[in-house]
């Protein structure tokens, strides 16, 4: 089995620079990319390489000469990687305590699991496959991607511009504390599922409106003849026909739903 692991450690400098070449056991099969950060942003693009190229900058600005009991500092929490590559799987991770940012090139028939937690921004762009990213605080922005795409930020923007969907693959873009904006080509086939609490949805498809989601009453105490009625407030439509389901929530801020030009 072809299985390579890479464990490189920035500690000082905090600008340290890796550059780190992730050979593939068959480039001409598709790729499989997992990221996971503790704190940090996250960039992914597309190119027409034949293997996965890692650059990580460790750290954040450089810190003021510091003494302590007359001594000086020397280095302190600093950024750490680690890269598992089996059989065109790469599983890219850090936990550094001052984070630090990863650009990764990946060839673009590649499928992602992208996930930051603090201090960061995920980016992806030009690639083709599954693509799954979730940040905690930071914006997700998703450019020029073909396949499938679930998106969420628990505070921050979501931007998704599809370039192709995959027929029949349900979707999700989601946000508690900002804006969904998601282009999609003009020929999707799609029921939209649409949802914002304190703000509005806007699109440019011909969306065929489905009647209001009923009301779910259920029995929550039948000895004391207590009920309780939900209503879930999202709406529901379809564009060309219909087809997978495409969900689009927010608490708090507006939807766009644009159509390519």
């Known amino acids: 089995m072809n299985r390579l692991l890479i464990c490189a450690a920035v500690l000082t400098p905090?600008?340290?620079?890796?550059?780190?070449?992730?050979?593939?056991?068959?480039?001409?099969?598709?790729?499989?990319?997992?990221?996971?950060?503790?704190?940090?942003?996250?960039?992914?693009?597309?190119y027409s390489g034949r293997e996965v190229i890692v650059d990580a900058k460790?750290?954040?600005?450089?810190?003021?000469?510091?003494?302590v009991d007359g001594m000086h500092r020397i280095g302190g929490a600093g950024s750490d990687i680690t890269?598992?590559?089996?059989?065109?799987?790469?599983?890219?991770?850090s936990h550094g305590g001052r984070g630090g940012d990863l650009v990764i090139q990946t060839p673009v028939n590649t499928s992602l699991n992208v996930k930051t937690l603090n201090s960061g921004q995920i980016t992806i762009e030009g690639v083709t496959g599954e693509v799954e990213a979730q940040n905690?605080?930071?914006?997700?922005?998703?450019?020029?991607v073909s396949g499938s795409v679930v998106a969420h930020s628990l505070n921050g923007a979501v931007k998704v511009t599809m370039a192709s969907?995959?027929?029949?693959?349900?979707?999700s873009f989601s946000s508690l504390n900002g804006t969904i904006d998601v282009t999609?080509?003009?020929?999707?086939?799609?029921?939209?599922?649409m949802k914002t609490n304190r703000g509005e949805?806007?699109?440019?498809?011909?969306?065929?409106?489905k009647p209001p989601t009923k009301p779910v009453v259920e029995q929550s105490d039948s000895a004391k003849g207590k009920y309780k009625v939900k209503m879930d407030g999202a709406v529901v439509g379809s564009v060309n026909g219909g087809g997978a389901d495409f969900k689009f929530t927010t608490l708090n801020g507006n939807i766009y739903i644009r159509k390519a030009k």
């Open 83 to 93: 890269i598992e590559s089996d059989n065109n799987k790469i599983n890219v991770s």
């Open 14 to 46: 905090l600008f340290a620079q890796e550059h780190i070449p992730v050979p593939l056991a068959d480039p001409a099969r598709p790729v499989t990319l997992s990221v996971h950060l503790l704190r940090g942003s996250i960039t992914v693009r597309g």
């Open 184 to 193: 999609l080509p003009p020929t999707v086939a799609a029921d939209f599922t």
């Open 201 to 209: 949805i806007y699109s440019d498809f011909d969306v065929k409106m």
């Open 136 to 144: 905690l605080n930071g914006a997700v922005t998703i450019t020029n």
């Open 165 to 171: 969907v995959k027929s029949g693959s349900p979707m």
């Open 58 to 67: 460790g750290g954040s600005a450089t810190q003021p000469e510091k003494t």
